[in-house]
């Protein structure tokens, strides 16, 4: 095929709108939820390994003890999460904020450390890029939406599907260096900024070079 006929746009993502945050709620987050908070958001579905994640979490609080991981959204195993959370003693770290309203996402990307998608597919992940405009660190598992986002030690870390070892070493490199995570969430904030910032227009601009050649 022919490359110029091969265009690559990605979901759409209001950037703008992560940029604004009320700040009353993150500091309700901050004394709420004391100590470094890992974020993670999304569906509480298999495909996203927050039941496997729970033993990589209980590792890392056995070396960083003052750190929560909040989880935000609702599904099928949200059951299953709540008992194997019960099951670890994890109670006072792990904390479920249940089906969190889009509107209130940025009071809760702004107040965490840095985010984690443990997936075992993506598709996109377009959580990454709504956690780095607010200038967050992220970590997630070698998916296909998570390569396309991530470049490797830049604007976060990208381990392999699977590897608790390489994951809660990466959790624990961001958690000691807070410096580093604050550089990387810099870096990608400027890196979505400049390749998904505009691409509502990319899109537009693509419908109408395809609509014109029809």
Not at 53 to 71: D, P, S
Not at 149 to 177: C, Y
């Amino acid at each position: 095929i022919d490359k110029n006929k091969i265009h690559v746009i990605s979901t759409p993502v209001n950037l703008k709108k992560y940029e604004k945050f009320d700040q009353a709620k993150v500091e309700a987050n901050q004394k709420e939820f004391p100590g470094k908070n890992i974020l993670f958001i999304g569906r509480l579905e298999p495909v996203k390994n927050l039941v496997w994640f729970l033993g990589v979490f209980k590792n890392v609080l056995e070396e960083y003890k003052n750190v929560n991981l909040i989880i935000g959204g609702s599904g099928s195993l949200e059951g299953k999460l709540k008992a194997k959370v019960k099951n670890l003693n994890l109670e006072n770290n792990v904390k479920f904020l249940g089906r969190v309203d889009h509107d209130d996402l940025a009071d809760f990307l702004h107040f965490c450390h840095f985010l984690v998608l443990p997936s075992v597919s993506e598709s996109f992940g377009k959580t990454l890029i709504e956690a780095n405009v607010c200038s967050k660190a992220v970590i997630a598992t070698t998916t296909t939406g998570a390569q396309e986002i991530i470049t490797d030690g830049e604007n976060g870390f990208i381990v392999p599907i699977d590897n608790k070892q390489a994951l809660q070493d990466r959790i624990l490199e961001l958690l000691n260096n807070p410096k580093l995570a604050q550089e990387m969430g810099e870096s990608g904030k400027k890196l979505v900024t400049h390749r998904y910032g505009n691409n509502t227009q990319k899109i537009v601009e693509l419908w109408k070079h395809l609509t014109k050649k029809g």
